[in-house]
């Protein structure tokens, strides 16, 4: 039976203070994966940024490729550097990688390089001016194009334009490693809750099993 769902159920209820305020109820209701990358840049004092990013969706035409960023706090590292330097690499790791892309987050602090200090290799983009992460299976280079506001909190959403691609080969061949399955891309997936019960599932992550 399909249910509606216009106001929050009452038996979503925060796991952690201030979540229902970082996240909407409706993520946790319909619990959408979506591909996992992490953001790199500069600060301006020339440190590496990363950040871990999520909710975001890639399409193009007319040989225009674009990176909608779905959610970039703008109180954060990622956003200040995008702005300040109008561009930014977001690097998709596969799982072996993961454990040191997350590292980024607890390695988050100014003076810090964000990428070599959690065990991974910056190397510079070709096409912008931004640190990549060497060890990613695909790096996408972008420009910033536009932002708007997301909602009402700290959330923006942001246009990139790819401007270059580098990835391993042996990802691009689907006889070899591939894209997908489990050492492929990898997806997020939000802690779903049952709107019945409030019973919640843990924070996941996915991967992309294809139909043959
Ligand atoms: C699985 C996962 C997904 C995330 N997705 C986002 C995201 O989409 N947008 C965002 O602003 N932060 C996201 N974060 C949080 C940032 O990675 C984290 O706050 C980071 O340290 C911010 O870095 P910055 O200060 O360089 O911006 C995510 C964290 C995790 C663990």
Same mark, same amino acid.
């Given at each position: 039976?399909?249910?509606?769902?216009?106001?929050?159920?009452?038996?979503?209820?925060?796991?952690?203070?201030?979540?229902?305020?970082?996240?909407?109820?409706?993520?946790?209701?319909?619990?959408?994966?979506?591909?996992?990358?992490?953001?790199?840049?500069?600060?301006?004092?020339?440190?590496?940024?990363?950040?871990?990013?999520?909710?975001?969706?890639?399409? %193009?035409? &007319?040989?225009?490729?674009?990176?909608?960023?779905? =959610? +970039?706090?703008?109180?954060?590292?990622? !956003?200040?550097?995008? @702005?300040?330097?109008?561009?930014?690499?977001?690097?998709?790791?596969?799982?072996?990688?993961?454990?040191?892309?997350?590292?980024?987050?607890?390695?988050?602090?100014?003076?810090?390089?964000?990428?070599?200090?959690?065990?991974?290799?910056?190397?510079?983009?070709?096409?912008?001016?931004?640190?990549?992460?060497?060890?990613?299976?695909?790096?996408?280079?972008?420009?910033?194009?536009?932002?708007?506001?997301?909602?009402? %909190?700290? &959330?923006?959403?942001?246009?990139?334009?790819?401007? =270059? +691609?580098?990835?391993?080969?042996?990802? !691009?061949?689907?006889? @070899?490693?591939?894209?997908?399955?489990?050492?492929?891309?990898?997806?997020?997936?939000?802690?779903?809750?049952?709107?019945?019960?409030?019973?919640?599932?843990?924070?996941?992550?996915?991967?992309?099993?294809?139909?043959?």
């Amino acid at each position: 039976m399909k249910r509606e769902f216009s106001e929050k159920p009452e038996l979503i209820t925060e796991q952690w203070p201030g979540e229902l305020n970082s996240f909407s109820w409706q993520d946790f209701v319909t619990a959408i994966p979506s591909p996992l990358f992490v953001i790199t840049g500069w600060k301006s004092n020339g440190r590496e940024n990363a950040c871990l990013q999520s909710w975001s969706a890639f399409t %193009g035409e &007319g040989g225009e490729f674009y990176c909608i960023i779905g =959610n +970039i706090n703008a109180n954060g590292h990622a !956003y200040k550097s995008l @702005k300040e330097t109008g561009c930014c690499v977001l690097n998709f790791p596969s799982h072996d990688v993961y454990d040191k892309c997350h590292r980024t987050i607890d390695n988050n602090q100014w003076e810090t390089d964000e990428i070599t200090d959690s065990g991974l290799t910056a190397e510079k983009a070709v096409k912008v001016n931004a640190p990549r992460i060497a060890e990613c299976f695909l790096n996408i280079e972008c420009e910033l194009v536009w932002e708007h506001p997301l909602g009402s %909190g700290s &959330g923006v959403t942001a246009a990139l334009h790819a401007v =270059n +691609i580098c990835m391993d080969s042996e990802r !691009y061949d689907e006889r @070899k490693k591939g894209r997908y399955g489990k050492t492929g891309y990898m997806y997020n997936i939000n802690s779903p809750r049952n709107p019945d019960t409030g019973e919640a599932e843990p924070e996941a992550l996915g991967a992309l099993e294809v139909y043959h």
